[in-house]
Nanobody
Framework: QVQLVESGGGLVQTGGSLRLSCRFS????????MGWFRQAPGKEREFVAA???????HHADSMKGRFTISRDNAKNTVDLQMNSLKPEDTAIYYCSAKRIIGTYAWDYYENYQNYNFWGQGTQVTVSS
């Protein structure tokens, strides 16, 4: 069974940076697309970024230029570098995984319902 464990959340001031990391274990990492989503209190889960097994990336428009997703297939990890953080970035950030067979457009990866596996989440709080 796939296990995902996030780390790296915390409290940061506006304009600061954080790097989230997600460790994947349980089965072979090959072929899995990875995603980061976030959920603020009272709001729906929101797409942040996704990365395919081969390394192609896609970021939500509101985070382009500030957030960067990356992966290390040798270490079974996926990271999210977050810069220029704003108070509205405050949320619980979740790592997700989906074994992909075939080709899908990026809007498939933006839908949290398409992911099979989830981490427990890590809190990110940005103070103003």
């Amino acid at each position: 069974q796939v296990q995902l464990v996030e780390s790296g959340g915390g409290l940061v001031q506006t304009g600061g940076s954080l790097r989230l990391s997600c460790r994947f274990s349980g089965v072979n990492f090959r072929g899995f697309a990875m995603g980061w989503f976030r959920q603020a209190p009272g709001k729906e889960r929101e797409f942040v970024a996704a990365i395919k097994w081969v390394g192609n990336t896609h970021h939500a428009d509101s985070m382009k230029g500030r957030f960067t997703i990356s992966r290390d297939n040798a270490k079974n990890t996926v990271d999210l570098q977050m810069n220029s953080l704003k108070p509205e970035d405050t949320a619980i950030y979740y790592c997700s995984a989906k074994r992909i067979i075939g080709t899908y457009a990026w809007d498939y990866y933006e839908n949290y319902q398409n992911y099979n596996f989830w981490g427990q989440g890590t809190q990110v709080t940005v103070s103003s």
